[in-house]
């Protein structure tokens, strides 16, 4: 039997992972992020599919999508989160349980990234915790895909 699937999504300069500021995002790779993610995927009897983005529509085409093809969803829009108001309509079409992660603590930082327009929309949100906060997403999806 296969399990449930969750596409994990990553949005703008989150393919630039390993060059950005390591005390906020910590120094691995997109790659090395999905592989340990793909692991916490398999240890839960989830099946995992990653994609990223720098553009905004194609973005939301993923989105658009997304009900074809998987179950539950986790976010990482990057700098999108606060202000792309098309994703958070993508979102609301996609009808799908989504969890919104962020490596950083988002909500302890500068006043703009504390407002997310896709938090609405989510069943869960984790930020602050690194790779591992991946983790938890799968966690949470997993507990409401029930399966
Ligand atoms: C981020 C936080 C955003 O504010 C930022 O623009 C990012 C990454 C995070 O994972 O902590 O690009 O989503």
């Known amino acids: 039997m296969t399990g449930s699937r969750v596409d994990v999504l990553h949005g703008v300069n989150l393919d630039m992972l390993g060059r950005r500021d390591p005390d ?81 603590a988002v909500d302890e930082r500068e006043e703009w990234r504390r407002l997310s327009v896709i938090r609405e929309l989510c069943v869960g949100s984790v930020q602050g915790k690194g790779v591992d906060g991946y983790r938890e997403a799968l966690e949470m999806l997993k507990e409401r895909l029930g399966k």
Request: aromatic letters at 12%.
């Open 24 to 104: 906020h995002y910590g120094t691995l790779t997109l790659t090395e992020l999905e592989v340990k993610v793909k692991h916490f995927a398999d240890d839960l009897g989830l099946d995992v599919a990653f994609f990223q983005s720098n553009h905004e529509g194609q973005f939301c085409e993923w989105l658009h999508r997304a009900a074809e093809n998987t179950d539950g969803l986790i976010l990482n829009p990057g700098a999108w989160t606060h202000y792309s108001w098309a994703i958070h309509d993508a979102l609301e079409i996609a009808a799908l349980p989504a969890v919104e992660v962020h490596l950083s």
